[in-house]
């Protein structure tokens, strides 16, 4: 299967669009009689118009509903553009890599976001993830339908080799929404982990309601993300116990509030 690339999916709101509103209000049909609109009334219109298109960009400009579509197709993109849009942009660093959580969607009782890791500024480290090995092409997605790689693509040992880098095994899982109790709500968690060609890597979580309990629309919800990171020898081990343990591990609350409600 053939896979868009959706960092190239993401369209700037066009340039052209005041001339066009212009064209609309001052060449309507012909032979349909109108009244002519005075420059401060159709500059309110205008001034409406761009206000829209600036609402619509922000729902299509969602990382979520761009990702997910990229992963389950069109529709799972249109179903996420009509739930509650609430954008993130919020860090976290913990050692050498820094967490963004970009935006979060609610839909139906179900939570869905994004994000991204990468090297904190001046570390000189490689990221990788739970899903490859240190001996396969960094920065490839080879769990994720075909895959063009170069024959002389390096691997993750090879480019730390390259760098001098250290090889740093990065993960982040959603724990679910907190209640006003502190308690945590969540069920069948998915996640999804996604090397970049830049050396990021972009995660993705979706959950519901845990038990009886389901995850009801809200003003705002509080996020708990659990990130964790560790280093990596070339030859694959995990330094995760004493005496070289370099195990980083902790939760992230996180506040989003939805500016985009959907239907």
Known sequence: MKREDWQKAYEPLPAALEVRVAHTLFH?????????????TAVIALAIVLALGGV?????????????????????????????????GENMILGDVVYTLDDVIYKDGTVYGTGTMRPREGANIVLMTEDYGVNEPAGYLLHYGEEEIPEDAPSYAELAREKGAKIILSTCIANGVLNEDGTLNASEIGLALL???DGSIRFTFEFEGGGANTIDRA???????????WEVTQEGDWLRKEPENTWLKTDWTVTVTPVMKGV
Do not use: H
């Open 219 to 229: 003003e705002s919800y509080r996020l708990s993300l659990y990130i964790a990171n």
């Open 56 to 88: 619509a960009y922000a729902v299509i400009a969602s990382q979520t509903a761009e990702l997910f579509g990229w992963l389950y197709g069109a529709e799972k993109k249109e179903s996420l553009l009509k739930g509650d849009i609430a954008p993130s």
């Open 195 to 197: 090397p970049q060609r």
């Open 28 to 40: 309507l049909e012909e032979g349909r009689p109108v009244r002519r609109m005075s420059l401060r």
